[in-house]
């Protein structure tokens, strides 16, 4: 049996007006707050966050944020990368940029209940260089952790990763020129 032709159309009519129908929708929460602004503006003040960050920046875009994970005997509060250090621990000059025969330092700036620090050096896709665990005490520290290649490191691109405890809190890419 044979339907007729005069039904076909009205069907792929009504198909089309649902399907173009369901392009015009719009994310409801947009739509909310797009009609409804918050009553009072939210702006960021200064704070005391790590590395000159203040509270209205993105720490998930921030390739220096630190992650501090929630109940860490140790805190993070800053890392600077150098060539020297002091006798404080603390690098001279903070830098990205080292030359092949540098020593290049991570002065690591913990505070809390101490705990397991570590770094972890990586040259481009991954090669690890060297990984250190330390031990920090109680209180605010400052711990130097250092690469040495008396052969000359290769030029490229490297990250250090700190870890406390087990858990990455942060990151820092240099280069060797």
């Known amino acids: 049996m044979t339907r007729p032709s005069t039904l076909l159309a009205p069907a792929l009519a009504l198909a089309a007006t649902l399907a173009l129908a369901a392009c015009d929708r719009r994310d409801d929460a947009a739509v909310a707050d797009a009609d409804n602004p918050p009553a009072t503006p939210t702006e960021p003040g200064p704070t005391d966050m790590p590395d000159g960050m203040d509270a209205g920046d993105d ?79 109680a209180g605010e520290q400052v711990t130097d952790f250092m690469i040495t290649n008396p052969a000359g490191w290769p030029t490229g691109e490297y990250q250090v990763e700190v870890s406390v405890d087990g858990q990455v809190v942060a990151t820092r890419q240099f280069e060797v020129r």
Do not use: C, M
């Not at 929630?70 to 002091?86: F, R």
């Not at 092949?100 to 570590?118: E, K, R």
């Open 59 to 137: 720490a998930a875009n921030d390739p220096n944020a630190i992650n501090n994970p929630a109940g860490a005997g140790a805190t993070v509060s800053s890392i600077e990368l150098g060539n020297e250090v002091g006798a404080d621990n603390r690098v001279s000059a903070a830098l990205n940029t080292f030359s092949t025969g540098d020593t290049i330092h991570a002065s690591v700036v913990t505070d809390g209940a101490g705990g397991t620090v570590s770094t972890r050096w990586t040259f481009e896709d991954g090669q690890v260089v060297h990984t250190e665990d330390k031990l920090v005490p």
